[in-house]
């Protein structure tokens, strides 16, 4: 049990190195950040000591820092480490790369600051051994965001998105409080681990279910969905390390609720089914509002809503080693996508002459969805052979289609008439590659998870009919994308760009309803 507390140096690491600069003489900025930085590669170092515990000594808890059920524990299994090796890494990359982007800087002792304090609180969220650490480390890691979304707090449009962000936080922690509340009575117990055997078995009746509905709204506000997703789309106020860390373990905290408490999400189909609908629909909205935006960060952002969207779907679907893999490739992907954009931008800028565009036409597209589907189902068969694919639930399998539609869009360019033989060949073999990779890697997330996380159960008629909805929104939004250059310029397509553009003036009508509008710098501070 002694071990299994290892991870709990992490977070304690970087407060110190966060609250140090405070006590010494003579530190500057740029010696606080690189000690910042020396403490985030302390914090990789523990996760990797931690995932070494595991392997040897298996999952379990750690002792109680604390009395009554109240304090500081750790839930050491894969789901934790996971996160612990994730959140620590991308840590390292944010805080290595802001003590460059933020040199010279009035604040940055106090970025540096807040970067580490945020990085702390999310450490605490993901290895807790208890529901009372989970909701303070919940609380915290929004206060902690809150401050970096108005290091610039000056700008009106970064008020306005920490003001959105800030209530919608508060609702979120009243729903992560009042579950907690429910889950502690209801068990008889604040340990997690105690709380998910007892769910396991099916107890909790209609307070577990109450508890599971809550968790369910506080992920959906915590990973900006439809329609509370405002303020990710203005975080571009902030400096663009704050971007990136969203994806450490912040914007993608709802799905780990959902994953950390699955035994609970199951014992109610119809809170999963809410969570197919809202995830389902918020991945297809930010989908094609991400196809409008003139700028590289805006497009970004929309896309991370996308993501999250369907990591919500996932969890809904009740898949949730996909989901916790998902978690893991979208949030290195996309923190280096926000680090990388201005020199992206320079590099695309530099090209002065790109050359011809493959279009491709409704036949190319027609076939590409085709050939698509073929790749999938003999990568499909041919794996199964060795990977017991076969026992997949319906689920998945429907999953996989979706994401194949994505493939097809990559063929289409290949199959275009105008495309030389070498770039059809080419997308032809990218296509095939993605389809292996994503059917191992989620067969191993699957083994990896198993007996930690629970079996996907049988799909009844609910998930059946929200499967199919599903699948045709989602074939038909990549028809939509891969057609693009054929209908984009109508005159009726240029109208519902406009709107699209606009994020359908969502955010408009969030700003008037929670008086966002009215933000000035004369009362900057009103909000936190």
């Not at 994730?86 to 933020?102: M, P, Q």
């Not at 998105?161 to 429910?182: F, P, Q, S, T």
């Not at 038909?476 to 606009?502: D, F, I, M």
Request: a positive charge; aromatic letters at 8%.
């Amino acid at each position: 049990m002694l071990l299994n507390a290892l991870p709990l140096l992490a977070p304690l690491i970087l407060l110190v190195a966060a609250f140090a600069p405070r006590f010494m003489e003579g530190v500057s900025a740029q010696k606080g950040a690189l000690i910042a930085e020396q403490a985030t590669l302390g914090a990789i170092a523990v996760a990797v000591l931690s995932a070494i515990v595991l392997a040897v000594n298996g999952s379990g808890d750690s002792f109680l820092l604390g009395l009554f059920g109240i304090g500081f524990s750790v839930r050491l299994d894969i789901v934790s480490i996971v996160m612990l090796l994730l959140v620590t890494f991308i840590g390292w990359v944010v805080v290595r790369y802001a003590r460059t982007y933020l040199d010279g800087e009035e604040r940055q002792n106090a970025f540096t600051f807040w970067l580490l304090a945020t990085l702390s609180a999310v450490l605490f969220l993901i290895q807790s051994g208890n529901v009372t650490q989970f909701v303070g480390a919940w609380i915290a890691t929004s206060v902690c965001l809150h401050k970096l979304l108005l290091f610039y707090p000056e700008r009106v449009a970064a008020q306005r998105a920490a003001h959105k962000k800030y209530i919608m936080a508060r609702i979120g922690d009243v729903a992560v409080i009042g579950a907690a509340l429910l889950l502690a009575s209801t068990y008889g117990t604040t340990q997690i681990s105690a709380i998910l055997s007892e769910a396991t078995q099916g107890e909790g009746g209609g307070m577990g279910v109450a508890a599971a509905a809550l968790i369910a709204l506080a992920a959906i506000l915590k990973s900006a969905q439809f329609p509370t997703h405002g303020w990710l789309t203005e975080v571009m106020e902030a400096p663009t390390p704050v971007s990136a860390l969203l994806h450490a373990g912040v914007v993608n905290a709802g799905g780990f609720a959902l994953i950390r408490f699955a035994d609970v999400m199951l014992l109610s189909p119809l809170v999963l089914a809410g969570l197919v609908m809202v995830g389902g629909f918020t991945a297809l909205f930010g989908g094609l509002v991400m196809l409008t935006q003139p700028t590289v960060k805006a497009s970004l952002a929309w896309s991370t809503i996308a993501q999250m969207g369907f990591m919500i779907l996932q969890c809904g679907l009740a898949l949730f080693p996909l989901a916790l893999l998902h978690i893991v490739a979208h949030s290195l992907y996309k923190a280096h996508a926000f680090l990388s954009a201005g020199n992206a931008v320079q590099n695309v800028a530099a090209i002065r002459k790109p050359g011809p565009v493959a279009v491709p036409n409704l036949g190319a597209v027609t076939r590409a969805f085709l050939v698509a589907l073929v790749i999938y189902g003999v990568v499909y068969a041919v794996l199964g052979l060795g990977f017991d694919f076969g026992g997949k639930s319906s689920q998945a399998v429907a999953l996989g289609a979706i994401l194949i539609f994505g493939v097809a869009y990559l063929l289409a360019q290949g199959f275009a008439d105008e495309a030389p033989q070498a770039l059809t060949l080419r997308t032809a073999a990218y296509a095939g590659a993605v389809t292996v990779s994503y059917l191992v890697l989620q067969r191993a997330s699957e083994w990896l998870t198993a007996g930690t996380l629970p079996a996907t159960p049988q799909a009844g008629a609910l998930e059946w009919a929200l499967i199919l909805l599903a699948m045709i929104s989602f074939g038909l939004v990549a028809l939509a994308q891969a057609t693009l250059p054929l209908w984009s310029y109508h005159p009726a397509a240029q109208g519902v760009r406009v709107h699209l553009s606009n994020g359908l003036y969502i955010n408009a009508i969030s700003d008037r309803i929670l008086g966002g509008w009215k933000r000035t710098p004369s009362n900057k501070g009103a909000a936190q």
